[in-house]
């Protein structure tokens, strides 16, 4: 498990042996997952567990922002 970003008191992390597709998992008061690339080529929400709209909103539009920069984590360390 890997720290790649802290933004707004959420946390946006890879794990090392997970699986495609490219996603992050976004800690807070609760949790989500985040696949970096959706249907719509945008990242798009798999899930919230815990986190209140707000900052699930905010988790997904860090990940918009970033999401180059998340990707290029993913691919660092998974091949």
């Known amino acids: 498990m890997v720290t790649v970003h ?3 008191g959420l ?4 794990f090392t042996d997970d699986h ?9 008061d609760g949790s989500a997952k985040i696949d ?3 249907e719509n080529g945008a990242p798009e929400l798999v899930h ?7 900052d699930v909103r ?3 539009r860090i990940a918009a922002e970033r999401s180059g ?11």
């Open 36 to 38: 970096l690339v959706g």
């Open 6 to 8: 802290r933004e707004a």
């Open 58 to 60: 905010k988790a997904m």
């Open 11 to 14: 946390r946006f992390v890879i």
């Open 69 to 79: 920069y998340l990707l290029e984590r993913w691919r660092e360390l998974h091949g």
């Open 20 to 28: 495609e597709p490219a996603h992050v998992h976004v800690y807070g």
């Open 48 to 54: 919230a567990d815990g986190l209140k709209g707000g």
